[in-house]
């Protein structure tokens, strides 16, 4: 019988009943931890557990605590007992003894009633005999001394005190006389009761922690489809229906095993550089001006962060923060200037086809933000060079990138093409007094050819 609950304890166990995690600091004399798991996992004020660490395939206790306050990502532990303070840096495995005795019938209590004389405490307690004690109608009778048959020598002994109220006298026949008749208050609680329920469970959980370290996890899959595919091979499901197939599957976590490998081989967790060149489709220029008419360009360097890193809620979304100094030519009043110009741009932008960690696909995006710059306007026709602060919002984009495949390493280098179309509604404000007949705002819609080169590391 008891191998049989150790093993179906070590099932619990082995499926993940407790949660992994990490500790965020450790006080000095290392009996208070923070541990980075809190009351979104199930926590709460007062539970107790154990955190254990996996090394060479065996699990093994690091110390013995119990929650002194609790928030939504984080925990605060004291530990009573540390088995291994040199494990405490390492990521570990938290088993509360909730979990540990889930499903164990609550330890039963042998109550037992005392009653105290005036002035009479629990220290200097003598047992009123039995045969002095009248019992009237209205007299109370507490709860029934039951004595568990098994594991008699774990039942958890309580004593709760009360006291005598004055009854007034009576006759008693026995002891031909008259005796001050009492009765009993109302019993008062008392903490032995909750106290030793803790620490017998603290017991239990711990012994049965120790069973199951000492276990080899068992063996939770179907065995008999286990052989087929040792002996079949790539055909081991031929003799299953698609029900069967399907059901079997499912609940050994096939699928979602599978598409968890193939998304971590076809996306790269990395951090991405791009190196852009752009060309100017549409300009502000003068249209009978011949000086200042050249095609306005750019280039660019940025980083774009993958919000997936965040959280799986916002893998299709990233964040893009561009450098880039260029060239460009605006209509300031009849005639062209000459603008040699750097700014900033910010974007978020959306993936619709794949998501931007992908490989060896084509990634469509389109993405909305801003810009901040300045230029520096310059024409023959100017007395001196005028400074304007350049805002562009919004700032769209339209494109797609293909990143090409790679047999790197985790933390190897990948690189791809980029090519996207961008829309700036530009204004520039001159920052200094006009000394000439020109705009001191120009305003410009510019649309522009992005090409470039994506890097991930």
């Known amino acids: 019988m008891l191998k049989i609950l150790l093993f179906g ?122 045969k002095i004690r009248i019992k009237e109608k209205d007299y109370l009778e507490g709860p029934e001394l039951v004595t568990p048959p098994v594991r008699a020598q774990k039942e958890i002994k309580v004593t709760h005190y009360g006291s005598w ?27 032995e009761s909750e106290k030793a329920a803790e620490d017998r469970q603290g017991e239990l959980a711990q012994g049965t922690l120790d069973g199951l370290l000492t276990q080899q996890p068992p063996i939770t899959s179907d065995q008999k489809i286990i052989r087929m595919r040792e002996r079949e091979g790539p055909l081991w499901s031929a003799d299953l229906d698609d029900r069967q197939l399907r059901k079997y599957m499912l609940e050994a976590g096939m699928i979602e095993e599978k598409k968890r490998q193939e998304f971590a081989l076809d996306h790269r967790f990395m951090d991405e550089l791009l190196f852009n060149f752009a060309l100017d489709l549409k300009t502000d220029e003068a249209p009978v001006q011949t000086d200042n008419m050249a095609s306005p360009y750019a280039i660019s360097i940025g980083y774009e962060y993958h919000l997936m890193r965040i ?69 023959n026709e100017l007395s001196m060079g005028y400074p304007y602060q350049l805002i562009a919002i919004p700032t769209l984009e339209f494109g797609f990138k293909y990143r090409f495949p790679t047999n790197s390493g985790e933390n190897g280098f990948g690189w791809g093409v980029n090519a996207y179309v961008n829309y700036l509604k530009t204004e520039l404000n001159v920052m200094v007094d006009l000394q000439d007949d020109i705009y001191g705002t120009i305003y410009d819609d510019e649309v522009r050819l992005n090409l470039g080169l994506t890097f991930t590391f």
Do not use: C, H
Request: hydrophobic residues 35%.
């Open 9 to 130: 304890l070590s099932i619990a166990v082995y499926a993940q009943v407790g949660e992994w995690g990490k500790v965020l600091e450790v006080s000095k004399n290392k009996k208070s931890i923070i541990f980075n798991k809190g009351s979104l996992n199930g926590f709460s004020e007062n539970d107790s557990g154990f955190f254990v660490v996996r090394k060479n395939k065996e699990f093994l206790k690091v110390a013995r605590g119990k929650i002194v306050r609790v928030l939504p990502g984080k925990s605060f532990w004291y530990l009573t007992t540390i088995y291994s303070p040199d494990s405490l840096e390492e990521n570990l495995l938290l088993v509360t003894e909730k979990d540990l005795l889930k499903g164990r019938k609550k330890e039963e209590e042998a109550k037992t009633e005392a009653v105290l004389a005036t002035g009479q405490t629990p220290i200097n307690y003598k047992e009123v005999p039995d």
């Open 165 to 191: 109220l004055d009854g007034g006298l009576r006759a008693v026949e026995e002891y031909e006389g008259v005796l001050e008749t009492k009765s009993i208050s109302k019993v008062e609680e008392s903490q």
């Open 311 to 379: 959280t799986r809620a916002l893998d299709s979304f990233t964040f893009q923060l561009i450098f880039e100094g260029g060239v460009d030519y605006y209509n300031v009043g009849g005639f062209n200037a000459r603008g040699t110009e750097w700014s900033f741009l910010g974007n978020i932008n959306w993936y619709f086809l794949s998501l931007p960690s992908a490989t060896k696909k084509f990634m469509g995006y389109v993405g909305i933000g801003a810009r901040y710059g300045k230029t520096d306007l310059v024409a």
